[in-house]
């Protein structure tokens, strides 16, 4: 006599944000949730902290040989030019009249409001797998931070009482936009290289930004002491030189052609391919990217949310159904009322997500059109998507989309 599902123990493991979760129906249908990582040592947990906050995600397994030691060096390096840092701020106070007592004031305070940029760094750096899902908006933004603080301290003299505060929430806004920009640039870079140039496009792009930076201070120091010689006329100008400033990185993101897929990549990919069986290209969809709010749903992808957590999503009714249906792929599908769920499995690729994302908007379409009951749409759908995915995925990587991984952010996965 067969089980009822309602009697029958089915557990997972799922990570998200770095924290591992066991999760397990027990007979009767209860969920329950257990974080491991609350049985471990404190020191073992600081330990993960600091990997984490540190070390790219899956260390040491996603890096090659040399990396620790690679790092080592350089921490030791920014260290001693930290101080050597120090050392020179203090002396030119000094040379620039500041005599030594005043002055070790001031070069507390001075250190203190660059301090706060390398606090802002910090808090940024942990959302290094955010920036690498999105690295059009994260580079928007970083020009957006970068320009408040900019703000901040053309405002600073304003409120003298007040430099310490200003300044260094100017210094934090911009210590974020330094990591957000310097962590995108090298995806942005990556999606122009075409025969294996990556470095000879770096260097060039860093000579013409160099160039343009010294124009620009030449140009910069010429309207400091003509139309922004006073107050007034920074409040004009800044503002105005801001949005030229942000309207240009926009322009800039939206000219490059990114071929790694996350979601909003891959749901276009499929509403194009479902809608008019061609497949396009990553200059194809570069200015149909929302760069701002990349998270909108897509009606004819089926309306796919990625990297809720399984146990939010699942009822112990449906489990051993939809485990039957996609038992031997790694991810998992709960079509609901307004979107479509889907959970990948933590070594789940680029592959497997347009895989569950061509079920989700063959199930999205054929349910439109015939009204059958949710799960044998589900198993239509799934059969249908085995017909076309290998056509689909040769002619996906022809294009030039990198199929290899799927960059979902911070979100969450499961192992069985």
Not at 158 to 163: A, V
Not at 273 to 280: A, D, E, L, Y
Not at 398 to 415: C, E, M, P, V, Y
Request: net charge neutral; aromatic share 10%; glycine share 8%.
């Amino acid at each position: 006599m067969p089980m009822a599902v309602e009697d029958i123990r089915v557990d997972w493991f799922e990570t998200s944000s770095s924290i591992t979760r066991h999760c397990q129906f027990q007979p009767g249908g209860h969920l329950s949730v257990k974080i491991l990582d609350d049985s471990r040592p404190v020191y073992h947990r600081l330990v993960e902290s600091f990997l984490n906050k540190f070390f790219p995600s899956g260390y040491p397994q996603s890096v090659n040989e040399g990396y620790l030691r690679y790092t080592q060096f350089r921490a030791l390096q920014h260290f001693t030019g930290s101080i050597l840092s120090v050392l020179s701020t203090q002396s030119l106070l000094f040379a620039a009249g500041l005599r030594p007592t005043p002055a070790q004031a001031t070069v507390v305070s001075w250190i203190l409001k660059d301090g706060m940029q390398h606090v802002g760094k910090l808090i940024c750096s942990n959302l290094g797998a955010r920036m690498d899902s999105e690295p059009k908006r994260w580079r928007i933004l970083a020009d957006v931070l970068y320009d408040l603080g900019t703000g901040l301290e053309v405002l600073s003299p304003l409120c003298p009482s007040l430099f310490l505060e200003v300044a260094g929430l100017g210094n934090f806004a911009k210590g974020m936009a330094v990591v957000a920009a310097r962590a995108t640039r090298l995806p942005i870079y990556s999606s122009f290289v075409k025969e294996g140039n990556l470095s000879d496009l770096y260097a060039k792009g860093e000579a013409i930004s160099t160039l343009f930076n010294v124009v620009g201070f030449g140009a910069g120091i010429q309207v400091a002491s003509t139309v922004c010689s006073s107050m007034q006329g920074k409040l004009v100008v800044g503002p105005l030189l801001s949005v030229i400033h942000v309207y240009c990185v926009i322009e800039e993101m939206r000219a490059a052609p990114v071929n790694t897929l996350n979601p909003q990549r891959t749901a276009m990919i499929v509403a194009d391919f479902v809608k008019t069986g061609r497949i396009s290209s990553p200059a194809d969809l570069r200015y149909q990217e929302d760069l701002l709010f990349p998270g909108r749903l897509i009606e004819d992808a089926g309306n796919v949310k990625v990297g809720r957590a399984l146990h939010k999503i699942i009822k112990p009714s449906k489990f051993e159904e939809l485990k039957e249906i996609f038992g031997r792929e790694k991810f998992i599908l709960n079509r609901g009322n307004k979107w479509t769920d889907m959970v990948l499995e933590h070594n789940a690729t680029g592959e497997d997500a347009l895989r569950g994302w061509l079920v989700a908007a063959y199930a999205a379409s054929m349910e439109k059109s015939f009204h059958d009951p949710n799960t044998i749409v589900l198993v239509d759908a799934y059969q249908k998507m085995n017909s076309v995915f290998n056509p689909f995925l040769t002619e996906l990587q022809a294009k030039g989309w990198h199929t290899d991984r799927f960059l979902d952010g911070t979100g969450s996965r499961f192992a069985w």
